[in-house]
């Protein structure tokens, strides 16, 4: 591993296995200064605004945000019951964002990072190439997209005109489930850098010799890959994963950019929440933003669970 | 990165009965000179090279490209590829439309700046402690960091939004680096510790021998031996302020105060969107960072597997 | 909130105290009061604070949108103006795009920082809420009386109570292009639903990109177009305090919409199109006829001049109804519990309104303005402008002070658009039942 020297490091599950070595003993009292800039941010700035929001969940509001006393559980209700918001529609919605958009990048991330790890001119040029997205802020990028998909000046249009793709140009951006399927590209392509450059650094950690022993013995590449390289990677595939899950489920900026249709049919929980601030109030608001958290919640508690990625192999 | 050179490999053949039955035609005799690690074919290299290449750039280039159109060129119908001529002078003239560019670059250069310094101040104290010592409360300290983690601004932004009013200071630039630290210290003091935790503790006793104290084994021994590591935390701590969108569109209401994920999206739908500009103040904030990059490519991802929890 | 926050309103008004340790005793205003005021009621009105105001010493904040790109510094000079009579009240301006506008407005009401003096599209929210002053403690009668009265009342609550008053008027007429009519054999701007369909849906036969009528019913004004075409079936959408959103004339009126959509006789993706997106098609000469303002109509003026076009009324079901939409904008006033804030709001709208002040300013939003006297006066000079200001004294209003509205626009904008796919009795009842959810 070029960079990552790092051994397995020493929080949580691993623990047992530097038990040799347990790290030395301090006092609550000892470790407070080191520990308190962070813990301060952490419960102002985190703990505090999520605790804060609970409450708003049960409060009304009127639409401009001017605190109208107690709600009970009325918020959630309507969060969950807006007229016209087919709320199944926005958690299938979330789901398949979710699921496809950090699946996909995963795959394809996979067959990059595999190129990437080969030994070649420019190789240097073609990583760098895939960095870029990663540079540019997703709001730039997708500005792009909706620049370039606009049915009367975009230039994407026009060329997928010119090259016979499309007869006329098309309203990529003007209709719910197109519109969705444009913004599940958008995110995957500015994911690529993270999950590839995740991934490559999980194949850099994989000794070449034990590869070499696989090809000597005589496996194929399909088998050196499934059965040696992928079980290696399987560390930075688990995080590329973890982290991708939370990001895509709080991604917020592409969707609400590119999705110029009507009605809520492109929206997933968490655009919806932006557009209930605006509608409804900060409180019903809340209420979806605390109902987005437990699913958030649930999905990585399920990943954690059955896929285990975690575990010792 | 292969280090074996094929022409050394001296590993002898010895192939086992469940693989071997894959192979077929030859491929069994398979030599110490034709190794894994063969060069590929270059051709379907540069194939690759050239179509991954072309994917990930050509958004930029379109970018780049529209950056130099005049207003009318970039909204005609149908759009010409390319303008009639290249306007370079657009970089000068959009310091002054009504893009404001220069409000949106400063203010995201000095929320994602001093977020990220923040949080290289704040987190690895705490890093490097929770790595180095046991202590009642540091197993609560550690599920916290991993709890905190999976909340973003973008689920709390409600929560944060109120809590600023509250503190009287929505709509300011402090919220923001607030929200950009706090909500990135979690990530950092995860792969940070794992760094940490990987210096032999030896290392450290012999310079408590010497009579270093605790900040001074910090910063003059352990510091510097896992420096490259840090770098690499704080990149995606400087990448995720930089990208930050979801708390500031809420928290900043002030068009001269709004970092650029929220200005640039406001001229999109307006009157003759000028996007030369919007492109052209993009520009000149991507190139900088991909430079950056380039610099510490190798270490881009290095950390995060380094954290990974086994 | 936190002036001496470092990050704080950075640079644009300079340090925002500064008004507080400015010389107590300034210019005496008794003078200034109102003479230059060609109202000569003005005077008397502006007495009580003009005596409170002599040393009057205080800051105002005002919070408006950008129209145009000189906005900021019309507003400046209006302020600069009103300065030399009252040196000491600190005006700090705000100019916000008009995207996102709402939510920094919000925004600053729940931070406890209402502006005093707003200029918004919408006033029923805040005045519903108890946060406004009734406009007429904040502007003298004379000031009042001096906006045109059709104009004037789009600013009265649903409790009849003055809560808003106009600063700027816009009306909607049918902008078409004369070439495009040529070419398709139309000869006269259609009155009636089946006229501007016969026209539209001959323009958009012409081919080559070439579309009949724009119809933007994306987000960001679906709620004017859907008016648009449900008065002109004498539907309306509320009754009183009720939301008669999918009444029969409602739904016939969609079906109507429906079929223009059908029959391809509309540019495509009606339901994700602004009406800056049907403008561009239009100045660029590929579209017959759209609802237009003018302001976009003064750019297409001055920047496509290639594009030849009329003005004419909206058509309606058998050409009778009137379904000419005028729009204004308001000024409302924040009740921040300052006497002396209050005082200097009111001595700066009276400012605001004085002919020789409010006339450039109401010119530099390139939309019309509200009072009578301007009025009168531009629809004389301003010949490309006629037809919209004769239409101004007869011209309809969105339900702006219905308390329901709001949730209702935000329905429309969010639904109306679905009439591409839907049919119109499932959109007006699920936008119906938004609304009333919503309030």
Same mark, same amino acid.
Not at chain 1, 15 to 26: D, L, Y
Not at chain 1, 140 to 152: A, K
Not at chain 3, 137 to 145: D, I, R, Y
């Given at each position: 591993?070029?960079?990552?020297?790092?051994?397995?490091?020493?929080?949580?599950?691993?623990?047992?296995?530097?038990? &040799?070595?347990?790290?030395?003993?301090?006092?609550?009292?000892?470790?407070?200064?080191?520990?308190?800039?962070?813990?301060?941010?952490?419960?102002?700035?985190?703990?505090?605004?999520?605790?804060?929001?609970?409450?708003?969940?049960?409060?009304?509001?009127?639409?401009?945000?001017?605190? &109208?006393?107690?709600?009970?559980?009325?918020?959630?209700?309507?969060?969950?019951?807006?007229?016209?918001?087919?709320?199944?529609?926005?958690?299938?919605?979330?789901?398949?964002?979710?699921?496809?958009?950090?699946?996909?990048?995963?795959?394809?991330?996979?067959?990059?990072?595999?190129?990437?790890?080969?030994?070649?001119?420019? &190789?240097?040029?073609?990583?760098?190439?895939?960095?870029?997205?990663?540079?540019?802020?997703?709001?730039?990028?997708?500005?792009?997209?909706?620049?370039?998909?606009?049915?009367?000046?975009?230039?994407?249009? &026009?060329?997928?005109?010119?090259?016979?793709?499309?007869?006329?140009?098309?309203?990529?951006?003007?209709?719910?489930?197109?519109?969705?399927?444009?913004?599940?590209?958008?995110?995957?392509?500015?994911?690529?850098? /993270?999950?590839?450059?995740?991934?490559?650094?999980?194949?850099?950690?994989?000794?070449?010799?034990?590869?070499?022993?696989?090809?000597?013995?005589?496996?194929?590449?399909?088998?050196?890959?499934?059965?040696?390289?992928?079980?290696?990677?399987?560390?930075?595939?688990?995080?590329?994963?973890?982290?991708?899950?939370?990001?895509?489920?709080?991604?917020?900026?592409?969707?609400?950019?590119?999705?110029?249709?009507?009605?809520?049919?492109?929206?997933?929980?968490?655009?919806?929440?932006?557009?209930?601030?605006?509608?409804?109030?900060?409180?019903?608001?809340?209420?979806?933003?605390?109902?987005? /958290?437990?699913?958030?919640?649930?999905?990585?508690?399920?990943?954690?669970?059955?896929?285990?990625?975690?575990?010792?192999? | 990165?292969?280090?074996?050179?094929?022409?050394?490999?001296?590993?002898?053949?010895?192939?086992?009965?469940?693989?071997?039955?894959?192979?077929? %035609?030859?491929?069994?005799?398979? %030599?110490?000179?034709?190794?894994?690690? =063969? =060069?590929?074919?270059?051709?379907?290299?540069?194939?690759?090279?050239?179509?991954?290449?072309?994917?990930?750039?050509?958004?930029?280039?379109?970018?780049?490209?529209?950056?130099?159109?005049?207003?009318?060129?970039?909204?005609?119908?149908?759009?010409?590829?390319?303008?009639?001529?290249?306007?370079?002078?657009?970089?000068?003239?959009?310091?002054? %439309?009504?893009?404001?560019?220069?409000?949106?670059?400063?203010?995201?250069?000095?929320? %994602?700046?001093?977020?990220?310094?923040?949080?290289?101040?704040?987190?690895?104290?705490?890093?490097?402690?929770?790595?180095?010592?046991?202590?009642?409360?540091?197993?609560?300290?550690?599920?916290?960091?991993?709890?905190?983690?999976?909340?973003?601004?973008?689920?709390?932004?409600?929560?944060?939004?109120?809590?600023?009013?509250?503190?009287?200071?929505?709509?300011?630039?402090?919220?923001?680096?607030?929200?950009?630290?706090?909500?990135?210290?979690?990530?950092?003091?995860?792969?940070?510790?794992?760094?940490?935790?990987?210096?032999?503790?030896?290392?450290?006793?012999?310079?408590?021998?010497?009579?270093?104290?605790?900040?001074?084994?910090?910063?003059?021994?352990?510091?510097?031996?896992?420096?490259?590591?840090?770098?690499?935390?704080?990149?995606?701590?400087?990448?995720?302020?930089?990208?930050?969108?979801?708390?500031?569109?809420?928290?900043?209401?002030?068009?001269?105060?709004?970092?650029?994920?929220?200005?640039?999206?406001?001229?999109?739908?307006?009157?003759?969107?000028?996007?030369?500009?919007?492109?052209?103040?993009?520009?000149?904030?991507?190139?900088?960072?991909?430079?950056?990059?380039?610099?510490?490519?190798?270490?881009?991802?290095?950390?995060?597997?380094?954290?990974?929890?086994? | 909130?936190?002036?001496?926050?470092?990050?704080?309103?950075?640079?644009?008004?300079?340090?925002?105290?500064?008004?507080?340790?400015?010389?107590?005793?300034?210019?005496?205003?008794?003078?200034?009061?109102?003479?230059?005021?060609?109202?000569?009621?003005?005077?008397?009105?502006?007495?009580?604070?003009?005596?409170?105001?002599?040393?009057?010493?205080?800051?105002?904040?005002?919070?408006?949108?950008?129209?145009?790109?000189?906005?900021?510094?019309?507003?400046?000079?209006?302020?600069?103006?009103?300065?030399?009579?009252?040196?000491?009240?600190?005006?700090?301006?705000?100019?916000?795009?008009?995207?996102?506008?709402?939510?920094?407005?919000?925004?600053?009401?729940?931070?406890?920082?209402?502006?005093?003096?707003?200029?918004?599209?919408?006033?029923?929210?805040?005045?519903?809420?108890?946060?406004?002053?009734?406009?007429?403690?904040?502007?003298?009668?004379?000031?009042?009386?001096?906006?045109?009265?059709?104009?004037?009342?789009?600013?009265?609550?649903?409790?009849?109570?003055?809560?808003?008053?106009?600063?700027?008027?816009?009306?909607?007429?049918?902008?078409?292009?004369?070439?495009?009519?040529?070419?398709?054999?139309?000869?006269?701007?259609?009155?009636?639903?089946?006229?501007?369909?016969?026209?539209?849906?001959?323009?958009?036969?012409?081919?080559?990109?070439?579309?009949?009528?724009?119809?933007?019913?994306?987000?960001?004004?679906?709620?004017?177009?859907?008016?648009?075409?449900?008065?002109?079936?004498?539907?309306?959408?509320?009754?009183?305090?009720?939301?008669?959103?999918?009444?029969?004339?409602?739904?016939?009126?969609?079906?109507?919409?429906?079929?223009?959509?059908?029959?391809?006789?509309?540019?495509?993706?009606?339901?994700?199109?602004?009406?800056?997106?049907?403008?561009?098609?239009?100045?660029?000469?590929?579209?017959?006829?759209?609802?237009?303002?003018?302001?976009?109509?003064?750019?297409?003026?001055?920047?496509?001049?290639?594009?030849?076009?009329?003005?004419?009324?909206?058509?309606?079901?058998?050409?009778?109804?009137?379904?000419?939409?005028?729009?204004?904008?308001?000024?409302?006033?924040?009740?921040?519990?300052?006497?002396?804030?209050?005082?200097?709001?009111?001595?700066?709208?009276?400012?605001?309104?004085?002919?020789?002040?409010?006339?450039?300013?109401?010119?530099?939003?390139?939309?019309?303005?509200?009072?009578?006297?301007?009025?009168?006066?531009?629809?004389?000079?301003?010949?490309?402008?006629?037809?919209?200001?004769?239409?101004?004294?007869?011209?309809?209003?969105?339900?702006?002070?219905?308390?329901?509205?709001?949730?209702?626009?935000?329905?429309?904008?969010?639904?109306?658009?679905?009439?591409?796919?839907?049919?119109?009795?499932?959109?007006?009842?699920?936008?119906?039942?938004?609304?009333?959810?919503?309030?």
């Amino acid at each position: 591993m070029a960079t990552t020297t790092a051994p397995a490091p020493s929080t949580l599950g691993a623990r047992p296995r530097r038990a &040799r070595r347990a790290p030395g003993h301090s006092s609550l009292f000892t470790a407070l200064p080191w520990l308190a800039p962070a813990l301060l941010l952490i419960f102002g700035v985190v703990l505090y605004p999520a605790g804060y929001m609970v409450y708003t969940s049960f409060r009304k509001f009127n639409r401009i945000g001017v605190e &109208r006393g107690g709600a009970g559980f009325d918020n959630y209700q309507q969060a969950l019951d807006y007229p016209g918001v087919n709320i199944g529609r926005v958690f299938l919605n979330t789901f398949i964002w979710v699921a496809v958009v950090t699946v996909v990048s995963i795959v394809i991330s996979l067959f990059l990072a595999q190129f990437l790890n080969k030994q070649f001119r420019g &190789r240097k040029l073609v990583r760098l190439a895939v960095v870029v997205p990663w540079a540019a802020s997703v709001v730039m990028t997708t500005s792009i997209f909706f620049y370039g998909l606009n049915p009367d000046y975009g230039i994407i249009n &026009r060329f997928l005109v010119d090259v016979g793709i499309l007869d006329s140009p098309y309203g990529f951006t003007k209709s719910a489930v197109p519109a969705f399927i444009t913004a599940m590209v958008v995110a995957i392509f500015v994911s690529l850098p /993270f999950t590839t450059y995740t991934i490559l650094s999980g194949l850099q950690g994989v000794p070449d010799d034990v590869v070499e022993a696989a090809y000597v013995d005589g496996a194929s590449a399909w088998q050196r890959y499934t059965k040696v390289i992928l079980p290696m990677l399987r560390p930075a595939i688990s995080i590329a994963t973890l982290i991708m899950i939370i990001n895509v489920f709080n991604s917020l900026p592409i969707l609400q950019i590119l999705v110029e249709a009507p009605g809520y049919d492109a929206d997933i929980t968490t655009t919806l929440i932006f557009k209930y601030k605006t509608v409804l109030g900060p409180g019903v608001a809340s209420a979806l933003s605390v109902v987005n /958290f437990l699913v958030v919640m649930t999905v990585i508690a399920v990943y954690l669970a059955v896929l285990r990625p975690t575990k010792d192999r | 990165m292969s280090v074996v050179d094929p022409g050394v490999t001296t590993s002898v053949p010895a192939p086992r009965a469940g693989l071997s039955t894959a192979d077929s %035609s030859g491929r069994g005799r398979r %030599s110490r000179g034709a190794g894994v690690n =063969r =060069r590929p074919n270059p051709w379907l290299m540069l194939l690759g090279s050239v179509v991954i290449i072309a994917v990930f750039i050509v958004p930029y280039a379109i970018m780049f490209i529209g950056s130099l159109k005049t207003q009318a060129e970039i909204t005609r119908i149908p759009p010409p590829y390319i303008g009639d001529a290249l306007h370079f002078d657009n970089y000068r003239t959009m310091w002054s %439309s009504n893009v404001h560019p220069s409000d949106g670059l400063t203010a995201t250069i000095v929320i %994602s700046v001093v977020a990220t310094a923040i949080v290289l101040l704040v987190a690895t104290p705490a890093a490097w402690f929770t790595a180095r010592y046991t202590f009642p409360g540091r197993t609560v300290f550690l599920a916290l960091v991993l709890i905190v983690q999976m909340l973003q601004p973008t689920v709390l932004a409600v929560g944060l939004f109120r809590e600023f009013l509250q503190l009287g200071l929505n709509d300011t630039w402090i919220a923001m680096i607030l929200v950009n630290s706090a909500f990135n210290l979690t990530f950092a003091v995860w792969i940070m510790q794992a760094f940490f935790a990987s210096i032999p503790r030896e290392v450290d006793e012999a310079a408590a021998l010497d009579g270093a104290g605790r900040l001074q084994i910090l910063t003059r021994i352990s510091l510097p031996l896992v420096w490259p590591g840090i770098v690499t935390a704080l990149i995606y701590v400087f990448v995720a302020a930089w990208n930050e969108y979801a708390a500031a569109s809420i928290i900043m209401t002030s068009n001269d105060l709004q970092p650029l994920t929220v200005a640039l999206p406001r001229f999109f739908g307006l009157y003759a969107a000028q996007w030369q500009y919007i492109f052209g103040v993009s520009i000149v904030a991507i190139v900088p960072v991909v430079v950056l990059f380039s610099l510490i490519e190798k270490r881009l991802a290095g950390g995060l597997t380094a954290g990974s929890v086994k | 909130m936190t002036d001496s926050s470092p990050f704080r309103r950075r640079g644009r008004f300079g340090p925002a105290r500064w008004a507080a340790l400015s010389l107590a005793g300034a210019l005496l205003l008794s003078a200034c009061g109102g003479d230059d005021e060609g109202d000569s009621g003005s005077d008397g009105a502006a007495q009580p604070a003009a005596s409170a105001g002599a040393d009057l010493s205080t800051t105002i904040k005002i919070l408006a949108p950008s129209y145009t790109d000189t906005s900021q510094a019309d507003w400046q000079k209006v302020i600069t103006g009103f300065n030399g009579k009252y040196p000491n009240v600190k005006v700090e301006l705000q100019i916000e795009a008009w995207d996102g506008f709402t939510e920094k407005v919000q925004a600053r009401i729940q931070g406890q920082d209402a502006p005093d003096i707003l200029n918004d599209n919408n006033f029923a929210d805040y005045a519903n809420s108890d946060i406004l002053y009734p406009i007429d403690e904040v502007m003298s009668p004379e000031t009042l009386q001096s906006i045109e009265p059709a104009l004037l009342k789009n600013g009265v609550g649903e409790d009849g109570t003055q809560w808003a008053a106009p600063d700027i008027a816009s009306a909607r007429l049918l902008a078409y292009n004369t070439d495009l009519f040529e070419q398709a054999g139309i000869s006269a701007a259609p009155k009636t639903w089946d006229e501007l369909l016969d026209a539209a849906t001959k323009i958009s036969k012409l081919g080559g990109g070439v579309y009949g009528y724009g119809m933007p019913l994306g987000q960001e004004e679906a709620q004017v177009e859907a008016s648009l075409w449900v008065w002109g079936n004498g539907g309306d959408w509320v009754s009183g305090s009720d939301l008669t959103v999918a009444s029969e004339q409602n739904v016939a009126a969609f079906e109507e919409m429906k079929k223009f959509i059908d029959a391809k006789a509309t540019q495509p993706n009606p339901g994700a199109s602004n009406r800056q997106a049907v403008a561009d098609l239009f100045n660029q000469g590929k579209l017959g006829m759209y609802v237009s303002h003018p302001g976009l109509l003064a750019e297409t003026r001055s920047k496509f001049p290639n594009v030849k076009f009329e003005v004419a009324p909206m058509p309606t079901k058998d050409g009778s109804a009137s379904a000419n939409l005028g729009v204004t904008d308001f000024i409302e006033a924040f009740d921040n519990g300052d006497e002396d804030r209050k005082a200097a709001t009111k001595a700066f709208l009276d400012y605001l309104y004085t002919p020789e002040v409010y006339g450039p300013w109401a010119e530099g939003t390139g939309l019309l303005p509200v009072t009578s006297a301007a009025i009168q006066e531009k629809s004389a000079s301003d010949t490309n402008n006629k037809p919209f200001y004769d239409v101004l004294s007869s011209v309809r209003f969105l339900p702006q002070g219905n308390p329901n509205w709001t949730a209702l626009q935000n329905a429309l904008q969010q639904n109306a658009g679905s009439i591409a796919t839907q049919s119109a009795q499932e959109v007006l009842s699920g936008i119906e039942e938004q609304a009333n959810a919503g309030g």
